[in-house]
């Protein structure tokens, strides 16, 4: 872990929110969605498969493990989870909470609108709201 380092466009975009096992949680700076963003936190990594066989484990569960709590607490319609990469090669994993009435539903939250940026209090209550959730979810982790 000590050459890992976050993409700056991961860091420009997004807020630190926690640090699990395995994976940095950043909340992703619109605030149209409850979308987090995780970064495993190993150098040089793009894709999944360059991750040792416990690690894509581990990936997958605080992936699902995350995205359950955010949908039994902050309510949704459907949990996305993904990986693209095409501008980020840094391996992260979007985990997003759709709502049928959202901005880009149902079509993908890339390149619809403009982003709306969280304000500081917005910004302070969903962090908040992540970090409980992240203390009951991963209690016994």
């Not at 700076?29 to 360059?50: K, M, Q």
């Not at 040792?52 to 949908?71: C, H, I, N, V």
């Not at 709306?116 to 709201?129: F, G, H, I, V």
Request: glycine share 6%; aromatic share 6%.
């Amino acid at each position: 872990m000590s050459d890992f380092s976050l993409h700056p466009r991961l860091a420009a975009d997004t807020h630190h929110v926690a640090d699990l096992a395995l994976c940095q949680v950043l909340l992703m700076n619109d605030s149209r969605f409850p979308w987090v963003i995780l970064v495993p936190c190993r150098a040089a990594i793009r894709e999944v498969y360059e991750l040792e066989e416990d690690e894509q484990a581990r990936l997958w569960r605080e992936a699902t493990m995350l995205g359950r709590g955010m949908q039994e607490s902050l309510g949704g319609d459907k949990l996305n989870l993904a990986t693209l990469g095409n501008q980020v090669a840094q391996l992260h994993l979007h985990v997003i909470l759709r709502r049928r009435n959202d901005d880009a539903w149902p079509g993908p939250v890339w390149g619809h609108g403009t982003p709306k940026p969280y304000t500081q209090d917005a910004l302070k209550e969903m962090n908040d709201r992540l970090l409980s959730l992240i203390a009951s979810v991963f209690d016994d982790d």
